[in-house]
């Protein structure tokens, strides 16, 4: 059985930073690539970024490039977001999901198992 549990969230001051981790069992990186995906209230499920195995390549959304980094170790099967320079923006639930393949993808329906999310908060 396929778990993901993220940790890390919080408070942050704008500008400042953050990691989330995501610690992975039952499945191993090199067959999916995972993702990071958040929700603010009454909004949909956004990507955030993601990360192929396979070559290492990662990919963000428009509006977190530059700020955010996605990484994985591999011998801890747990994968990171940090994310740096928030904007209250920012604000959301984080969730990590592991895609059905081993490319990732920017539409959460190409991700089969989910983590329960964690709390962001961006406030002064």
Known sequence: QVQ???SGGGLALPGGSLRLSCAVS??????????????APGKEREF???IRWSGGNTYFADSVEGRFTISGDNAKNTIYLQMNKLKPED???YYCASSKYILGSRNYIDYDYWGQGTQVTVSS
């Open 48 to 50: 955030v970024a993601h």
């Open 26 to 39: 039952g499945r191993t990186f090199s067959s999916a690539a995972m993702g990071w995906f958040r929700q």
């Open 4 to 6: 993901l549990v993220e």
């Open 91 to 93: 604000t959301a639930v």
